[in-house]
């Protein structure tokens, strides 16, 4: 049985941070709603309280009934966790004096204190809250304090139950990994067990335990979490898995051949479908990109399903849905940021059971799981690629001579990331194809014409990400070699935003 720690999410940003970190320390890890604990689990060794973008406070705040946690698993409150555990017994939380954001030192620590142990005063410390807790219930002590907040830890005394006000998940928190190993080694008893091998024994028995003799049919896109579902799938249960690839029309140059090519190597049962013509027409005119996404993705299961039903006796669904997948999705305070193809519309209407083996992991977790199954490295080190395709990179309407243009420049800059040797540098990386013209001169003409923008990011889990610090001298020879050679473009740019607050895609 595979022990576990369980993340109640309370809707914090950093909530896959806590996660991230945990799984590092080679602990499996599942993050449920904060209402979802599941409390007949006997593989559940302790419990970690995310911080929220709510006050405890608030009408609307989440809440957890805490006696059902209290004294039965170790416990560790994060910021709003923290503050809910100590107003949940009596403690006061209230607005602080001025928000506290950013790094702080602690000042004292009781570094006797198992949670604690190895980290001393002057350790750097992130905050992020706009309340603070201003008094602790009778038995809550004091562990650690900052010049600012008094309160930056406590525990319960006789008690296996911890809260800290500040966010040990994110980089700047400098012990923050040394407090969390603490904790979910020495207090939870955690074996640090986990790793791709054994995910891959695991998932390989429950799927052949899940699907039986039952066959699966699964959509591949090219990309890598697909192509590591579709291997893991194939492991299980071989000749009853199908795989269809659909072409929509709006794939990297020369992908669908490649791909296809690919998946032969890997010994799967692909059926390859070109439908471009069908997407270019029911996009035709459409400039919204939620409408353009929502299009691809119901053209997608209409094709899908049309092959599918060529087959028999299918029963499920494989997709290669991972967890950034499911947070943008649908986050847990119900924004949808963006559609997402992948979770949603095919089980039903094609009446099948969902199989998803990837859901619980990040990207970079599915790339070591794709190493260990002895998938080439060529197909693992893959950037994401969005689900619409370049649809979603083309800003405005969607015509074949558009997605010409932004293919052929979007492969200039994707071969000379890999010529410069700076492909696998990069987390993900793109042209967009700007809805706007510009003035230019090519010989001794006027041009009126596109402009592109190039966007290269680097990033972990694609949660946050930050703009690649590309060398000019490499700039300078894509921009040249795109205004050049592809007809209908005379101006590059580069975009140089973060995420947050700018989304990794333009739409």
Not at 111 to 130: A, C, E, T, Y
Not at 192 to 205: K, L, R
Not at 347 to 373: I, S
Request: charged letters at 25%.
């Amino acid at each position: 049985m595979q022990e576990k720690i369980i993340i109640l999410d309370f809707g914090s940003q950093t909530t896959q941070l806590i996660g991230r970190r945990v799984r590092e320390l080679n602990m499996y890890c599942e993050i449920v709603p904060y209402n979802k604990f599941p409390y007949d689990d006997p593989s559940v060794i302790g419990v970690i309280l995310s911080g929220s973008p709510f006050s405890v406070y608030d009408e609307k705040a989440f809440k957890t009934d805490l006696n059902r946690l209290r004294g039965h698993y170790p416990m560790l409150g994060i910021c709003y966790g923290a503050q809910l555990l100590a107003q949940t017994y009596g403690g006061t939380v209230e607005p602080a004096d001025s928000r506290e954001y950013g790094r702080a030192l602690l000042t004292q620590v009781d570094s006797s204190n198992p949670l604690l142990k190895d980290i001393v005063p002057g350790s750097q410390v992130w905050m992020s809250h706009g309340d603070t807790i201003t008094s602790l219930p009778d038995g809550f002590r004091i562990i650690a304090s900052t010049a600012q907040v008094p309160v930056a830890a406590y525990q319960i005394e006789g008690e296996k139950s911890w809260g800290v006000q500040f966010h040990p998940e994110v980089f700047h928190s400098t012990d923050g990994t040394q407090l969390l190993r603490n904790f979910v080694v020495d207090i939870c008893g955690g074996k640090q067990d986990w790793s791709a091998a054994s995910f891959i024994e695991t998932t390989v028995a429950q799927l052949k335990e899940q699907l039986g003799d039952d066959k699966v049919v699964l959509g591949l896109s090219g990309g890598v979490d697909s192509s590591v579902a579709a291997v893991l799938l194939n492991k299980a249960i071989g000749k009853n898995l199908t795989c269809i690839f659909v072409d929509h029309g709006m794939l990297r140059k020369n992908e669908f051949t490649d791909v296809l090519r690919d998946y032969e190597v890997l010994g799967l049962n692909v059926i390859g479908v070109d439908a471009s013509q069908k997407f270019f027409s029911e996009l035709a005119g459409v400039t919204d990109p939620e409408k353009k996404r929502k299009i691809i993705g119901k053209g997608f299961i209409d094709v899908f399903d049309q092959e599918a039903h060529k087959l028999s006796d299918v029963k499920w669904l494989g997709q290669g849905t991972i967890y950034p997948d499911c947070i943008e999705s649908l986050s847990i305070t119900g924004t949808t940021i963006k559609s997402h193809h992948n979770v949603g519309g095919l089980p039903e209407k094609m009446n099948l059971k969902l199989c998803e083996p990837l859901r619980l992991l990040f990207k970079d977790e599915v790339r070591a799981v794709g190493r260990e199954l002895g998938m080439p490295e060529h197909l693992i080190t893959r950037h994401p690629f969005p689900g619409p395709g370049l649809a979603v990179r083309i800003l405005g309407d969607i015509t074949p001579d558009k997605v010409r243009i932004l293919q052929e420049a979007d492969h200039i800059f994707i071969q000379g990331l890999r010529d410069w040797g700076l492909y696998d540098k990069v987390w993900q990386a793109g042209v967009i194809l700007l809805p706007v013209q510009s003035v230019g001169v090519m010989g001794d003409e006027r041009t009126y014409e596109r402009a592109v923008a190039l966007r290269a990011v680097t990033s972990t889990d694609a949660m946050t990400a930050d703009w690649a610090h590309l060398p000019y001298d490499f700039m300078a020879e894509v921009s040249n070699k795109i205004i050049n050679t592809v007809r209908g473009v005379n101006r590059v740019t580069y975009d140089i935003s973060s995420k947050p607050p700018a989304t990794i895609e333009w739409e």
